[in-house]
DNA sequence: CGCTTACGCACAAACGTTTGTGCTTACGGA
DNA sequence: TCCGTAAGCACAAACGTTTGTGCGTAAGCG
């Protein structure tokens, strides 16, 4: 921010531990191991490195480190994209958990692209990250690109969407509980003919939360119906249509799930334009706790997915993976538990 | 993905130039200059060289390259925080754009704390970045944590939210414009008396929009009401209450333009909740575009900020700083055209 | 007093690149 | 024939760390 300089004040040689050892009469060997405290320093020599080091200012090239020790101290992060509400605050948990464990965050978006997916993996891996923290594309059907990571030994865990296989290392949302609580409270508020806008039955994520709303039907006694489920990528689009296509049925529904917020969003909206009645009429219960559930009119019921929560916990799991011994043979699930926030759209009023 | 193995297939050493060089019998000069195109080496000898290199499927360690050189292909990124719709979107841009020009992005939060701020440039200056790309914190008002940046050459862009200082580079919305727009909709929708839900004026973007409503209002001759301008942080709390405080002025007003869409969206339902109606009793215009301005009843006119075009702009800037020689000493600004979305919360309906 | 042990430190070889310098070879012009 | 030139390549020194090994000294023990 200063005006413009010729010269520049300092020299532009960064410190490094070639002149630590140079001022200290010891050798770089010694600087090395008193700044990364090492047993084999005595109390004293520590002392005056580190006093000097600050004195001087000196900054560790981590590159150098990384170089050495075949590794850095970065954290790669793919995920489907970052708009909405879920995938930031997650990134969110994550950044603060690495950053406090000392390190740094690369984000890269797949945008459900499994293609993408690929060279995002493969940019990581250039960039000799220390860990891979992976939420699968929505089309990610096989997964070879992740062996290169776990030939190179790198902690490898996948988060929320993860693959369809034992041997990986993954935190979850208890998706299942999830759909069992929002469609139990549906239940609850009297509704007795639910349907359910569900996603892509390949994403484990969506498969939980339906068989979360089979078991609630259930437990209260109650068959599933075939054509109560409506199938789809769960765009607010597709909540419309579903909706239009529920309300063509003989007999009318008096509830609706959605595996998540936009969809049901989409049905708000084609349920109002008709003259229909949230909740009176149909009420409705979605899956995310995005944002703009607070503000549609009524507001909207949902099953929040502890994003933070999640975040730490996939910092966790990768440090554990990447201290212990032989990690890569350890397979490691996290379970979170959500949370039901009820909100008017499914409030049955005291009539 | 493969069950587990005791043994790894392939050695744990990944293959390097030397291995290139010993299996060509050349040099691992000839080697480096092979793959980088250098014109010291015969075309020959390059296809040779490319094509071992693809058959042993050799990866380049970008880290040594880094080392050398004294700088890697990362970018860092320093953003106020990541929810809502505009960082993302301008993250998605500079991703887009620098993944094209083979760079890789960190992204930092510094959730509104220059505290954070300086410690993310210092984390982003030890991953020995090529650049660094700043939105400034809420309540950063010095900025000589950016000296140590420009004094190690690396090249300093700004976007939207940047310093009062003439020695930088940036990228800027015109907001003037923006706000200019969205007054002078309102004013041309019929409102004669329209207040503005103004934020912190140390923050050059809300000064600006402030000043586009200024300009609106006195191209139509209408004298600014101090009574009629507002501050606040701009939450949606902020919107709720400047809009009560509004309400109790003796003489109404009948539009409000907001320099955000949360404090706005606080606006609406104040407004609805006292049963005064929008577009009709009193206009409403806000500012960024967010998702949910298409969701509230009525939809919000909104101010739609170029989030992709943004980012993409930043890195242009950035890579014609860091090939530009003595490039620390030019000052360029980019600045972006903003688009008014009109919907329904301005719109007079046809009395 | 001699032997072991622990401690505190230095030597030097890595890690995988990039790059200035200098050597060879072949060729054209004078 | 000889010199200048250019092309094509190799040598070796960086970049800033980490770490296995080894050497000296002092303390502990019998």
Do not use: W
């Not at 070879?144 to 902690?155: E, L, M, Q, S």
Request: charged share 20%; hydrophobic share 40%.
């Amino acid at each position: 921010m200063t005006p413009r300089k010729k010269q520049p004040t300092t020299t532009p040689h960064t410190v490094s531990m070639a002149d630590l050892a140079r001022e200290l009469g010891v050798s770089m060997t010694t600087i090395s191991r008193a700044l990364s405290d090492h047993h084999s320093i005595g109390a004293a020599t520590k002392q005056r490195v580190l006093k000097l080091a600050k004195k001087l200012n000196y900054q560790p090239n981590h590159l150098a480190a990384a170089l050495r020790k075949g590794q850095s101290r970065l954290l790669g992060v793919v995920v489907p994209y970052i708009e909405g509400k879920f995938f930031p605050s997650v990134i969110q948990g994550i950044e603060q958990a690495a950053s406090k464990a000392g390190f740094s965050v690369i984000v890269c978006q797949s945008h459900e692209d499994v293609q993408i997916e690929r060279r995002n993996v493969e940019t990581l891996l250039h960039a000799q990250v220390a860990g891979v923290l992976v939420s699968l594309a929505r089309n990610t059907q096989e997964f070879h690109h992740f062996d290169k990571v776990r030939a190179r030994g790198i902690p490898l865990v996948f988060f929320d969407r993860i693959p369809t296989s034992e041997y990986v290392n993954s935190v979850v949302l208890n998706d299942q509980a999830g759909g069992f609580a929002a469609t139990n409270h549906l239940l609850e508020q009297g509704c007795r003919r639910i349907a359910h806008l569900a996603g892509p039955q390949h994403l484990n994520i969506y498969r939980e939360r339906q068989q979360g709303y089979l078991n609630a039907l259930a437990a209260h006694g109650i068959a599933p119906e075939e054509e109560l489920i409506i199938y789809s990528d769960m765009t607010q689009e597709d909540g419309a249509q579903a909706t239009r296509q529920l309300l063509m049925l003989p007999t009318p529904v008096d509830g609706i799930f959605g595996a998540g917020d936009s969809v049901i969003l989409g049905a708000l909206q084609t349920l109002k334009s008709q003259g229909i009645r949230v909740p009176q009429d149909i009420a409705l219960a979605g899956f995310s706790n995005e944002g703009f559930t607070a503000i549609t009119e009524p507001r909207l019921t949902s099953v929040d997915q502890r994003c933070e929560e999640m975040g730490e916990a996939v910092v966790r799991l990768f440090l554990e993976l990447s201290t212990a011994p032989e990690a890569q043979f350890v397979q490691r699930q996290v379970v979170l538990q959500p949370e039901l926030f009820i909100r008017e759209s499914s409030l049955q009023v005291p009539a």
